[in-house]
């Protein structure tokens, strides 16, 4: 069975750096678009990136470009987001996504406050 597993969620200062990682399993990762999105308080869940499986090719939200970078290992079935210059207003309940079938993680918190 498809299972997403997220970690790395902490409480970070603005202007902070973090990584948050997703361990995949029960399917064969590679070919898979993966995504990140994140569910800010009273806000709907939005998407943050993406990243193909076969080529890599990525989208980033407008807000985001610059400073978070998503990646993917391929090998250890692991996604990755590295975040950067992170703001108050990006608190939120951050969700790994293999986009293809809709399978969801169950979501870490980031905090970004001083």
């Known amino acids: 069975q498809v299972r997403l597993v997220e970690s790395g969620g902490a409480l970070v200062q603005p202007g902070g750096t973090l990584t948050l990682t997703c361990a995949a399993s029960?399917?064969?990762?590679?070919?898979?678009?993966m995504g990140w999105h994140r569910q800010r308080p009273g806000q709907e869940r939005e998407l943050v990136a993406r990243?193909?499986?076969?080529?890599?090719?990525?989208y980033y939200e407008e807000d985001v470009k610059g400073r978070f970078t998503i990646s993917r290992d391929n090998a250890k079935s692991t996604l990755f987001l590295q975040m950067g210059a992170l703001k108050s207003e990006e608190t939120a309940v951050y969700f790994c996504?293999?986009?293809?079938?809709?399978?969801w993680g169950q979501g870490v918190q980031v905090t970004v406050s001083s």
């Open positions: 029960g399917f064969d990762f590679g070919p898979y678009y």
């Open positions: 996504q293999r986009m293809n079938g809709n399978y």
């Open positions: 990243i193909d499986g076969i080529s890599a090719i990525k």
